[in-house]
């Protein structure tokens, strides 16, 4: 008996979408590089380049470092350490050549200063010209000087936040509820900075009133450093009575910094809900299932189809240290070309701004946001939240507020589940969208405890596979599981999508079955079966989570890759 075909075949697709997306293979790394050619004189530092590098760095990167930098710049024996091309100062070198450090918005050296820095660093090979900053095609989406109009400032902001000497990635979470008591639009929005040292970017999002889910909320504004502020031309982002923001604040204090607090946020200026309305979307694959091995360079991409037509505004591309490029690209319907509409020839993290894009985008139009990294440490890079993780994200606004206005399968395509012939007391299983993650990071069995009787649904699913990009599908399931002594029951529909012909408008597959276990086994298996609808029973297996958690696992042949699709439980009350 094996797996239903239409699961079978829509996994067997993903290596095609892989391709597509712009996702390369792991490859093993290569032996331990030689020992460096370039060593940059101590004596040099000494006496000239660390003034220098001082003056011009030491704002952010100085001995108590600002803005969350990841780094001082203070010590030769720090920059020099480690191996050559991921040193301290190899980054140095090439941030200075390109002129992505400092950022935009801080004084910028002379060209002099620039030349000293960089060919120190590098041993006299690099040579400064570009002072092009990021090396941008668009410009920056700025604000005018003074605020709009018959508006009022609201802020949003913590409250004297105790930061720990011990938070490396703490991410704090502040709900504010009924802050106007009518509609209104939010015109402007502007970050306020308070204790720089420790902060590494804060985002606010939204939900409507009423609306306690957590999935739901949506993104208005994100900031990092060098993000300024953000004016909506001609109208704002709506915001009503009862909608609950939420600001979180990353903080790194990386130095251990003591009796740090901080009153940082956002600040807000509303007016009347006139003129247009925007919203706030992410096209992009964001901080999910993807990786970037060790000693190696790596492309991440998601492509999404225009459902609706839109205007985009204007977007602000987001990644972490090890970025490299970016790209956000549009090809239109029915055409084979593709346009670049957004890059950034080099990326710093330390200058992330909004850039200028006033484009109309069409139903069946597009968009690939594609981010390079380049790994040259010794472990693999993954994406999350934490500041050593990565991200590949393009915030942009959009009018009008279509928040799902791009979409992977560019349809309406929606999961159709009704329990099937094995159900012998059928339950209402609600739909659940699933998430990805590597499979060193996906749930493990427990060794000792097996599925308890009782009769559940699944109330989350993960996608957990050793390669990164099969993030690229999208995935939605509906089930319930039952067991009654050692008689185990199965039975739901598993929706996916992905941005390749075949699976761009979804293809489901159903799964009915009814069988023994063995109870002896942790996690245990199907011995035979007395109903079946399609299913390999040895691909499946039952137990509880080493978190305690019931769940289901089976296993799929991705076509040269594993796949465990995890089905998590709760119990019918």
Not at 61 to 80: C, I, K, N, R, W
Not at 416 to 437: I, K, L, N, Q
Request: overall charge negative; some cysteine.
């Amino acid at each position: 008996m094996r797996l239903s075909h239409a699961l079978r075949r829509s996994f067997l697709l993903l290596p095609l979408a892989i391709a597509l997306s712009g996702c390369g293979d792991e490859v093993e790394p290569p032996p331990p590089p030689p020992e460096p050619d370039c060593v940059p004189s101590e004596d040099a530092w000494n006496t000239e380049i660390a003034a220098l590098v001082a003056d011009s760095c030491g704002q952010c990167h100085g001995e108590v470092t600002q803005s969350g930098a990841p780094f001082s710049l203070v010590d030769y024996e720090a920059l020099v350490a480690g191996d050559e091309g991921g040193r301290i100062v190899d980054r140095i070198g090439l941030q200075v050549e390109q002129g992505t450090m400092p950022p935009i918005g801080f004084d910028q050296p002379d060209i002099p200063t620039r030349q000293a820095i960089a060919g120190w660093a590098s041993c006299g090979e690099r040579t400064v010209e570009d002072t092009s900053g990021v090396g941008a095609s668009r410009p920056v989406f700025g604000a005018p000087e003074d605020p709009p109009a018959d508006t009022e400032v609201i802020d949003i902001t913590a409250d004297n936040f105790a930061v720990l000497e011990t938070f490396r990635d703490h991410y704090e979470e502040i709900d504010f509820v009924n802050v106007v008591e009518e509609d209104v639009f939010i015109r402007r929005i502007d970050s306020i900075v308070d204790a720089s040292r420790v902060l590494h970017h804060l985002t606010l999002r939204r939900s409507m009133a009423g609306d306690d889910d957590p999935l739901s909320m949506r993104y208005l504004y994100a900031w990092a450093p060098g993000t300024g502020a953000i004016e909506f031309p001609g109208g704002g982002i709506r915001l009503g009575p009862g909608d609950r923001l939420r600001l979180q604040i990353h903080y790194n204090n990386s130095a251990g910094i003591e009796d740090v607090t901080d009153s940082s946020g956002v600040r807000l200026w509303v007016g009347a809900p006139e003129g247009r309305e925007y919203a706030m979307v992410d096209p992009g694959p964001g901080a999910q299932g993807f990786r970037i091995p060790a000693r190696s360079s790596e492309t991440i991409a998601s492509t999404c189809q225009i459902t609706e037509d839109v205007r985009l505004v204007a977007a602000m591309p987001h990644m972490h240290e090890i970025g490299q490029s970016f790209e956000l690209n549009l090809k239109r319907s029915g055409e084979t070309d593709t346009d670049t509409i957004l890059s950034l020839d080099a990326w710093s993290f330390e200058t992330q701004l909004f850039y200028d894009l006033p484009i109309r985008l069409r139903e069946g139009d597009e968009l690939t946001v594609r981010c390079d990294f380049d790994n040259p440490g010794d472990t693999d890079v993954r994406a999350g939240g934490g500041t050593a993780d990565e991200m590949c994200y393009a915030f942009t606004y959009v009018t009008p507020p279509v928040e799902t206005f791009c979409t992977i399968d560019g349809g309406e395509g929606e999961i159709d589940y009704s329990p099937g012939m094995c159900v012998a007391e059928p339950v209402d299983a609600a739909p659940v969208r699933g998430t990805f993650v590597l499979e060193e990071d996906g749930p493990t069995f427990s060794d000792t405890m097996g599925l308890p009787e009782g009769q559940y649904t699944v109330a989350t699913t993960t996608v957990a596979s050793p390669n990164s990009a099969v993030q690229v599908a999208s995935f939605t399931v509906a089930g319930q599981v039952s067991r009654v002594e050692d008689l185990v029951t199965l039975d739901g529909a598993v929706f996916i999508q992905a941005p390749i012909d075949g699976l761009r408008s979804g293809v489901q597959s159903d799964l009915s079955l009814r069988g023994p276990i063995a109870t002896d086994l942790f996690p245990a298996m199907m011995t035979s079966t007395e109903c079946n609808d399609g299913g390999e029973i040895e691909a499946i297996r039952y137990g509880v989570t080493t978190d305690g958690t019931p769940a289901v696992a089976i296993n799929i042949d991705g076509a040269g890759f594993p796949i465990t699709l995890w089905l998590m439980l709760e119990p019918v009350e």
